[in-house]
């Protein structure tokens, strides 16, 4: 079973809705559209993780998402809180956040681990290097899927050692995150090598610039490029995908799984 993860970002610069939802009840809304449109999980986050983003104070992030993750709580969607900080963590457990989304890879918090299986809560432990204002400067790897997959593994370890069951560990090669244009595609076409360390994968690729790049479009125009890499994601195994155009992404899934099945029944009468 796939899931499609709709972004909330209560943020003035995220990449390509910064400022759209920063407004708390603007944030709500779209939250409940995206339910609405097939979302199964909302990950909300209150700071830009884009190249070059600047780093957001404790207290600032707080006052963005907490208010938003409690209006959100009634959709009856999961909750995911995007964050590298334990103390945002914490706090939106407290409001209903049950998936802890870390794109640092528990590198800024490693007490997330522990808190993520002191409450049961899955973890999402994603790739990246550096940290934003710098992950984009000639990043090199020996073999990008190897390198990764290598980092995922050793982190599963750790998360498993703080007491987190695999089961509630989802990993993510980071499409974007330190990352050149090869590198993205390299890890979406050998993706299947990640799922092979038995975890969920979650894959994000939606809007990104590879997408611009190679389609030559404009950040708001790339969902054709967003649903190709995200149908040859499922076909490689991938389980949660996480977009800010929740309904023709859910509409390609369930036909290419469809597809990828060879049958399909009606879920209702
Ligand atoms: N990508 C972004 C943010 N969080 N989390 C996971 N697990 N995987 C991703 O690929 C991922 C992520 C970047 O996208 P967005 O939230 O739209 O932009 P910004 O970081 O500028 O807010």
Redesign the pocket.
């Known amino acids: 079973m796939h899931a499609v993860m709709g972004?909330v970002?209560v943020?003035p610069?995220?990449?390509?809705?910064?400022g759209a939802f920063l407004d708390p009840r603007a944030a709500v809304a779209h939250g409940y559209r995206l339910v609405a449109e097939g979302a199964t999980i909302l990950?909300i986050?209150g700071e830009?993780?884009?190249p070059g983003?600047q780093p957001v104070d404790e207290q600032t992030e707080l006052r963005r998402v907490l208010p938003v993750l409690e209006e959100l709580a009634q959709t009856g969607a999961q909750l995911s809180i995007?964050t590298s900080k334990a103390s945002v963590a914490r706090a939106a457990i407290d409001r209903g956040a049950t998936l802890l989304?870390d794109?640092t890879g528990l590198r800024r918090s490693p007490e997330m681990a522990a808190l993520a299986a002191e409450h049961g809560c899955e973890l999402?432990i994603?790739h990246s290097i550096g940290d934003p204002r710098t992950m984009q400067d000639d990043p090199r790897y020996d073999d990008v899927v190897d390198d990764v997959r290598a980092f995922l593994e050793e982190r599963l370890a750790f998360a498993v050692e703080q007491g987190v069951p695999q089961e509630r560990v989802l990993l993510?090669p980071?499409?974007?995150?330190g990352k050149t244009v090869d590198h993205n595609l390299e890890l979406l076409r050998r993706l299947d090598e990640i799922v092979a360390i038995g975890c969920r994968v979650?894959i994000?690729t939606?809007?990104k610039s590879f997408l611009g790049r190679i389609a030559g479009r404009d950040v708001l125009d790339r969902l054709g490029g967003t649903i190709a890499t995200n149908v040859l994601a499922l076909e490689r195994g991938a389980s949660v995908f996480?977009v800010?155009d929740v309904a023709p992404v859910v509409d390609a899934l369930a036909v290419a799984a469809a597809t990828l099945a060879g049958r399909w029944r009606p879920t209702t009468t």
């Open positions: 972004i970002n943020t610069d995220s990449f390509s809705d910064g990950d986050g830009s993780t884009r983003a995007d989304n794109v999402c994603m993510d980071g499409i974007g995150f979650l994000g939606s809007r996480r800010h």
